[in-house]
């Protein structure tokens, strides 16, 4: 080991056999299998401290220089590592780096930042770099950056974390343009404090044997969200864009997971597997299952592509213990594991017995979105978080035992969007009131509900089709033993299975004993049309074969804003396909500013006028707007009501 002064660049220099210019408050390292070149700017060499053995090289900058140095690291060592301490913020460039540390020296870690500043981490634009830490040691992280660290530029970063995490910050950590691969990790793939912020870029991460994204506090108590985030400490993930995709193995793993908050904003592409069983917490005293994207805190969705798929036994898609807040994006969930069972000492993982008398300590549920916590307290409860759905698209599929679509551990609402449910278990479950004033929801449950809640359920406006599994399961149901019931107020409901006895209903409604399998049935209200497509009905009853709790035996109930009448078939010839192709709706009012432009309107084939003439291209002088009647434009004339 030999220590490096002032005349450490003439010697660097004169290995290279050219004496070169470099810029000021630069160091260059260039390794060369066993072997590096260190580099250093003449401005800043006095503050400098190199220490050097083969590949494995250290800096330490003096505090005397309150000054940023840029680090350029390039070349390949099969034996090496960088290690750079110092206490003001800092830049290192990786270009065209391969770094595999095979026996530590200063650290495990291929890079270790001793460094609790920014840390620019630019991955030069067009090369490919890879670190492997060493299999021993004791490093946090393959890559490790003491303070926080911001990922830039459009290159590419490969990373294999031997001992633990892949990727390691003390503080926070950003990505913009960058591309990293997580091939392999011990630990987590990327583990950070006070939070973690993605504008966009590529991060794949697979092989690891904990959670993808994992952000914690520093410190005790958190932060509120700052400008800019500038000395905050919230465990927040901020995600606007870029693609994620993440695959995680292990047990009870997290693809994405935040003490604090998750916000999906703008346009990132998110894919995250999970396949890993449930396990029992030794120190929490209750069953833990692997999620796609779960907050301690709350998740708000306002856009992106989120595609998550569980498949180990009870797995969920996404769950929070705040408020998740869906108001844009397109969410596609799957779960197919069983439910998980383990009381600390028996482990089940497809129980399929009874649960109403089992702790809900000593089970997981595959359920697709889960929000919420209900907290039993001596003989009562209290219900914390809640969810609400005002926009995007929502997708959820369950197969596995006990899996229901959405569930809310408090209140939720859904004032907009279009959700599709097809579940084993309930379709969408609320702890406490359920409110549905907009939006497209279709929730077909295989075994239970299609639409449930404890507390009482508020139809109000929307299109909602319900379905519900076979007697004594219902379409909607509430908790009518103790004195909940279902208030239908407005929108266009559609039950097969029946709605509980006892509803209260504002607005006309239909209802018939049975419905046929796989058929086609058409409502029509006032110049609305909906058609609708029923699900395969079990002959052990099938849907609305009988009450639950004294429920409708009825089949089918529709209720809309004026009196409805059935047909069989599909008789909406122009309509707009809703719920994968279950249902297509028509009619209504459009006005000419609701359409492209006048000559769309005459050159369509489809418009006629009241009495049946075709228009052709003339428009009269009365025109007055188009309106929709059985699946055909109709010309509305001034003068006419």
Same mark, same amino acid.
């Given at each position: 080991?030999?220590?490096?002064?002032?005349?450490?660049?003439?010697?660097?220099?004169?290995?290279?056999?050219?004496?070169?210019?470099?810029?000021?408050?630069?160091?260059?390292?260039?390794?060369?299998?066993?072997?590096?070149?260190?580099?250093?700017?003449?401005?800043?060499?006095?503050?400098?401290?190199?220490?050097?053995?083969?590949?494995?090289?250290?800096?330490?900058?003096?505090?005397?220089?309150?000054?940023?140095?840029?680090?350029? $690291?390039?070349?390949?060592?099969?034996?090496?590592?960088?290690?750079?301490?110092?206490?003001?913020?800092?830049?290192?460039?990786?270009?065209?780096?391969?770094?595999?540390?095979?026996?530590?020296?200063?650290?495990?870690?291929?890079?270790?930042?001793?460094?609790?500043?920014?840390?620019?981490?630019?991955?030069?634009?067009?090369?490919?770099?890879? $670190?492997?830490?060493?299999?021993?040691?004791?490093?946090?992280?393959?890559?490790?950056?003491?303070?926080?660290?911001?990922?830039?530029?459009?290159?590419?970063?490969?990373?294999?974390?031997?001992?633990?995490?892949?990727?390691?910050?003390?503080?926070?950590?950003?990505?913009?343009?960058?591309? $990293?691969?997580?091939?392999?990790?011990?630990?987590?793939?990327?583990?950070?404090?006070?939070?973690?912020?993605?504008?966009?870029?590529?991060?794949?991460?697979?092989?690891?044997?904990?959670?993808?994204?994992?952000?914690?506090?520093?410190?005790?108590?958190?932060?509120?969200?700052?400008?800019?985030?500038?000395?905050?400490?919230?465990?927040?993930?901020?995600?606007?864009?870029?693609?994620?995709?993440?695959?995680?193995?292990?047990?009870?793993?997290?693809?994405?997971?935040?003490?604090?908050?998750?916000?999906?904003?703008?346009?990132?592409?998110?894919?995250?597997?999970?396949?890993?069983?449930?396990?029992?917490?030794?120190?929490?005293?209750?069953?833990?299952?692997?999620?796609?994207?779960?907050?301690?805190?709350?998740?708000?969705?306002?856009?992106?592509?989120?595609?998550?798929?569980?498949?180990?036994?009870?797995?969920?898609?996404?769950?929070?213990?705040?408020?998740?807040?869906?108001?844009?994006?397109?969410?596609?969930?799957?779960?197919?594991?069983? $439910?998980?069972?383990?009381?600390?000492?028996?482990?089940?993982?497809?129980?399929?017995?009874?649960?109403?008398?089992?702790?809900?300590?000593?089970?997981?549920?595959?359920?697709?979105?889960?929000?919420?916590?209900?907290?039993?307290?001596?003989?009562?409860?209290?219900?914390?978080?809640?969810?609400?759905?005002?926009?995007?698209?929502?997708?959820?599929?369950?197969?596995?035992?006990?899996?229901?679509?959405?569930?809310?551990?408090?209140?939720?609402?859904?004032?907009?969007?279009?959700?599709?449910?097809?579940?084993?278990?309930?379709?969408?479950?609320?702890?406490?009131?359920?409110?549905?004033?907009?939006?497209?929801?279709?929730?077909?449950?295989?075994?239970?509900?299609?639409?449930?809640?404890?507390?009482?359920?508020?139809?109000?406006?929307?299109?909602?089709?319900?379905?519900?599994?076979?007697?004594?399961?219902?379409?909607?149901?509430?908790?009518?033993?103790?004195?909940?019931?279902?208030?239908?107020?407005?929108?266009?409901?559609?039950?097969?299975?029946?709605?509980?006895?006892?509803?209260?209903?504002?607005?006309?409604?239909?209802?018939?004993?049975?419905?046929?399998?796989?058929?086609?049935?058409?409502?029509?209200?006032?110049?609305?049309?909906?058609?609708?497509?029923?699900?395969?009905?079990?002959?052990?009853?099938?849907?609305?074969?009988?009450?639950?709790?004294?429920?409708?035996?009825?089949?089918?109930?529709?209720?809309?804003?004026?009196?409805?009448?059935?047909?069989?078939?599909?008789?909406?010839?122009?309509?707009?396909?809703?719920?994968?192709?279950?249902?297509?709706?028509?009619?209504?009012?459009?006005?000419?500013?609701?359409?492209?432009?006048?000559?769309?309107?005459?050159?369509?084939?489809?418009?006629?006028?009241?009495?049946?003439?075709?228009?052709?291209?003339?428009?009269?002088?009365?025109?007055?707007?188009?309106?929709?009647?059985?699946?055909?434009?109709?010309?509305?004339?001034?003068?006419?009501?």
């Amino acid at each position: 080991m030999k220590k490096a002064s002032i005349l450490f660049i003439l010697f660097a220099f004169a290995t290279c056999g050219i004496a070169k210019a470099q810029d000021d408050n630069t160091v260059e390292v260039t390794y060369n299998d066993t072997t590096a070149t260190v580099s250093v700017a003449g401005n800043i060499s006095q503050y400098l401290t190199i220490s050097q053995q083969g590949a494995h090289v250290s800096i330490a900058q003096s505090d005397s220089l309150a000054s940023e140095i840029t680090y350029r $690291l390039t070349g390949s060592s099969t034996d090496g590592e960088f290690y750079m301490s110092g206490s003001y913020k800092a830049t290192v460039e990786l270009d065209g780096l391969t770094l595999t540390n095979t026996t530590p020296v200063y650290s495990g870690a291929a890079i270790h930042i001793q460094n609790g500043k920014r840390i620019n981490m630019k991955v030069i634009t067009g090369t490919t770099n890879t $670190l492997v830490d060493a299999a021993t040691g004791s490093q946090k992280g393959c890559l490790y950056v003491k303070g926080h660290a911001e990922f830039k530029q459009k290159g590419t970063l490969n990373v294999v974390g031997n001992v633990k995490h892949a990727i390691k910050a003390g503080e926070y950590v950003s990505l913009k343009n960058a591309t $990293l691969n997580i091939t392999s990790a011990v630990g987590d793939g990327i583990s950070c404090n006070q939070y973690f912020l993605m504008e966009s870029g590529t991060i794949n991460i697979s092989g690891i044997e904990g959670d993808g994204i994992q952000c914690d506090l520093e410190g005790d108590t958190a932060t509120a969200i700052t400008e800019d985030h500038e000395d905050e400490d919230s465990g927040n993930i901020y995600i606007s864009g870029g693609n994620i995709n993440i695959t995680c193995t292990a047990i009870a793993a997290k693809g994405i997971k935040a003490a604090g908050d998750i916000f999906i904003t703008d346009d990132p592409v998110i894919d995250i597997t999970t396949s890993g069983k449930g396990e029992w917490d030794e120190e929490d005293l209750e069953t833990k299952a692997a999620c796609g994207i779960s907050a301690d805190g709350d998740i708000d969705i306002s856009g992106g592509t989120l595609t998550l798929t569980a498949t180990g036994s009870g797995g969920k898609g996404m769950k929070c213990d705040g408020v998740l807040t869906i108001n844009g994006g397109d969410i596609t969930v799957s779960t197919s594991g069983g $439910l998980y069972y383990n009381n600390g000492t028996t482990e089940n993982t497809n129980f399929t017995g009874n649960t109403d008398r089992i702790s809900s300590d000593y089970y997981s549920s595959p359920k697709g979105i889960k929000a919420g916590v209900k907290t039993q307290v001596a003989g009562s409860y209290t219900y914390s978080g809640g969810m609400v759905i005002s926009g995007g698209t929502v997708k959820v599929t369950t197969s596995g035992y006990n899996g229901e679509g959405i569930e809310s551990k408090n209140y939720l609402n859904i004032t907009g969007g279009e959700i599709y449910i097809n579940a084993y278990d309930d379709g969408i479950n609320s702890a406490q009131d359920l409110t549905i004033t907009g939006g497209y929801v279709y929730s077909h449950s295989n075994n239970n509900d299609g639409i449930d809640a404890n507390g009482d359920v508020y139809l109000n406006g929307g299109l909602v089709y319900a379905i519900g599994a076979r007697s004594p399961e219902l379409a909607i149901d509430a908790n009518s033993e103790e004195g909940k019931k279902v208030y239908v107020n407005g929108g266009v409901i559609i039950a097969v299975g029946g709605i509980e006895n006892g509803a209260t209903y504002n607005q006309p409604k239909i209802q018939q004993s049975s419905v046929s399998s796989n058929t086609w049935y058409t409502v029509t209200y006032g110049d609305n049309t909906v058609a609708f497509k029923t699900p395969t009905i079990s002959t052990g009853g099938g849907p609305g074969g009988g009450g639950h709790g004294g429920g409708n035996s009825s089949g089918l109930v529709i209720s809309a804003p004026s009196t409805p009448s059935l047909a069989t078939g599909n008789n909406v010839t122009d309509g707009t396909s809703h719920f994968e192709g279950n249902c297509y709706v028509g009619g209504g009012s459009v006005r000419i500013d609701d359409v492209e432009t006048m000559q769309q309107i005459v050159n369509d084939p489809r418009v006629f006028t009241i009495d049946g003439r075709y228009l052709g291209t003339e428009v009269p002088a009365n025109f007055r707007g188009v309106y929709i009647q059985n699946g055909k434009k109709h010309i509305k004339l001034k003068g006419e009501n």
